[in-house]
């Protein structure tokens, strides 16, 4: 499987930004991931095939959104509301498998990962 990310930009503070990331297969999992500038890579949110349980990191629920479209292969992150704290290369991953609960949320959860895609958030 291969993942190709897209949509990322600059954007105005308190502004909304749609990142897709589109995968060559149907892996169970996908998730996104970011990494600020001298700062390591962090997780966002993730979201899985069937059913579509959805989890995001705590200081991001309520302004991001994960979802997936029907046939499972393209995993959209909705951003709103962001900050200038937002500003990251974001990062696509994903993982054929289930990943056990206690590594959702970490780098090492995940196998295959997508070219990063840079979001800027400035005036």
């Known amino acids: 499987v291969q993942l190709q990310a897209f949509g990322g930009g600059l954007v105005q503070p308190g502004g909304s930004l749609r990142l897709s990331c589109v995968a060559s297969g149907r892996p169970y999992s996908m998730g996104w991931f970011r990494q600020a500038p001298g700062k390591e890579r962090e997780f966002v949110s993730a979201i899985t095939s069937s059913p579509r349980l959805t989890y995001y990191a705590d200081s991001l629920k309520g302004r991001f959104t994960i979802s997936r479209d029907s046939a499972s292969t393209t995993v959209y992150l909705q951003m709103n509301s962001l900050s200038p704290e937002d500003t990251a290369v974001y990062y696509c991953?994903?993982?054929?498998?289930?990943?056990?609960?206690?590594?959702?949320?970490?780098?090492?959860?995940?196998?295959?990962w997508g070219q990063g895609t840079q979001v800027t958030v400035s005036s």
């Open positions: 991953a994903a993982r054929n498998g289930r990943i056990i609960s206690s590594y959702m949320k970490r780098v090492e959860g995940y196998d295959i």
